[in-house]
């Protein structure tokens, strides 16, 4: 069952690469929607059953963003997905407005990020050196998460302390609230 699953986290990860190389070429999919049906989204999608135990939801503010709602729900769930792997603890979730716009903030309480490697984890390829390889991945999640950020104009922050656990903090920019019509 421990292969089946390493098994499966890989073929989702490699299907999540290629969705997400696939939603970049095309803006047809953004439309309007508060980031907090995103990360509840997210939540539903990686810890379907476990969510009641697994996560718990802080501030969750309906801030309005624009963009590519299954792009930006993978790029939470790939923040999710690392919080759920590397922590057995409860994972706490909150979104909230900032002046830069909508934040999702994932908090975890796993062995957190070498110091070092914070510069660098969100670069395609990068684990990390505390990343075991029995852990899954390929070091696409967060490179992925960045991307997706960017392409929607916002920014992925992470802080972490060794033992102590990784906060991770997507921020997309806030929609307008004028509606445009349409053509």
Do not use: C, W
């Amino acid at each position: 069952l421990r292969l089946a699953g390493e098994a499966s986290d890989h073929l989702v990860a490699m299907a999540q690469a290629l969705l997400s190389d696939a939603a970049s070429r095309s803006e047809r999919g953004r439309r309007r929607v508060t980031m907090d049906l995103v990360a509840r989204g997210a939540v539903a999608l990686v810890l379907p059953g476990d969510a009641p135990d697994r996560v718990a939801f802080g501030q969750m503010d309906a801030v309005p963003v624009e963009g590519d709602v299954l792009g930006l729900r993978r790029a939470v769930a790939n923040v999710l997905e690392n919080a759920a792997k590397y922590s057995d603890d409860v994972i706490d979730v909150e979104v909230y407005e900032t002046d830069e716009g909508a934040t999702v903030s994932v908090s975890d309480r796993g062995r957190g990020i070498h110091p070092d490697d914070l510069a660098v984890v969100l670069d395609e390829g990068e684990r990390g050196r505390l990343a075991d390889p029995r852990d899954g991945g390929n070091g696409i999640g967060l490179a992925s998460v960045r991307r997706i950020a960017a392409q929607h104009g916002g920014t992925v922050r992470i802080s972490s302390e060794l033992g102590v656990g990784t906060t991770v903090r997507l921020t997309i920019p806030r929609a307008d609230d004028e509606v445009t019509p349409s053509e």
